[in-house]
């Protein structure tokens, strides 16, 4: 620490992280968190990065104020360019919340294919330990749907087991479109079940239909699900009646 250092709080990176407490403060006056914030965005350090990060984590009232907020911290963040990439995957990959932003600076930093990369680390990560909410899953699923990339349904195949309807749902659109053979047997596992639900059923029947996999071999299981407009045709591929 440099003679500097002790007039001003400490070296950069400390004093980032001493900011942490009033970024995230919820309560009181919010020129003290908007005062911080500022501050965070005139260092040239990761930690300034990593603690601007955490404004997103939080909601604050007006509600009018907490979108302010976030947008002058996200035009921060992407003022460090690609200084700001490893906080900011770091952060996908460790904080549940504020999933969408992360996606959204990464979008404006670096490749969609990077993007994509970023996210199926995130979605190995999430099928590998357990979390309470879904919502970061459901995120990363969206994002990666329609996209064409061969890392993505090995990624994805996992959360057809996910415990959360929603997180099933997103993964069966997610895998819909990129016929993914090894995903033929999950997803008629899936809609078989006696336990599935029938918004799960329905978005299976979707995915079939749309993967083109033949259910011939268990026609006998399938045709009692069928709801419309879904229909067996004569090969044991579900189709959308016209």
């Known amino acids: 620490m440099g003679l500097l250092d002790i007039f ?23 020129a003290t968190r908007q005062k911080a914030i500022q501050q965070l965005g005139e260092m040239k350090h990761p930690e300034a990065v990593s603690v601007l990060l955490a404004r997103f984590t939080i909601t604050v009232d007006p509600l009018t104020t907490d979108a302010d907020e976030k947008e002058h911290t996200f035009e921060l963040v992407k003022s ?30 670096v490749s969609e ?3 994509t990369g970023a996210c199926v680390n995130a979605l190995q990560h999430l099928s590998a330990h357990y979390t309470k909410n879904p919502e970061k899953k459901v995120v990363l699923l969206h994002h990666v749907t ?20 929603d997180v099933k749902i ?18 008629l596992k899936l809609l078989t079940a006696e336990e599935t639900g029938r918004r799960v059923q329905t ?40």
Do not use: C, H
Request: overall charge negative.
């Open 8 to 30: 001003t709080g400490g070296s950069g990176p400390e004093k980032a992280l001493k900011l942490k407490p009033k970024v995230t403060q919820k309560y009181g006056d919010p």
């Open 80 to 109: 460090f360019g690609k200084d700001a990439v490893p906080p900011i995957v770091e952060f996908l990959s460790k904080t549940e919340p504020a999933t969408s932003w992360a996606l959204r600076l990464l979008g404006e930093l």
């Open 113 to 115: 294919d990077e993007v």
């Open 146 to 165: 329609g996209r064409e990339d061969a890392r993505i349904a090995p990624a994805v195949l996992p959360f057809l087991e996910d415990m959360s309807d």
């Open 170 to 187: 997103a993964a069966l659109k997610a895998l819909a479109s990129l016929k993914y053979e090894p995903a033929r047997e999950p997803m």
């Open 203 to 242: 978005s299976a029947l979707s995915a079939l239909a749309d993967s083109g996999f033949s259910v011939a071999d268990k026609r006998n299981q399938v045709e009692p699900l069928l709801v419309e407009p879904f229909v067996l045709d004569k090969d044991g591929r579900i189709q959308r009646r016209a």
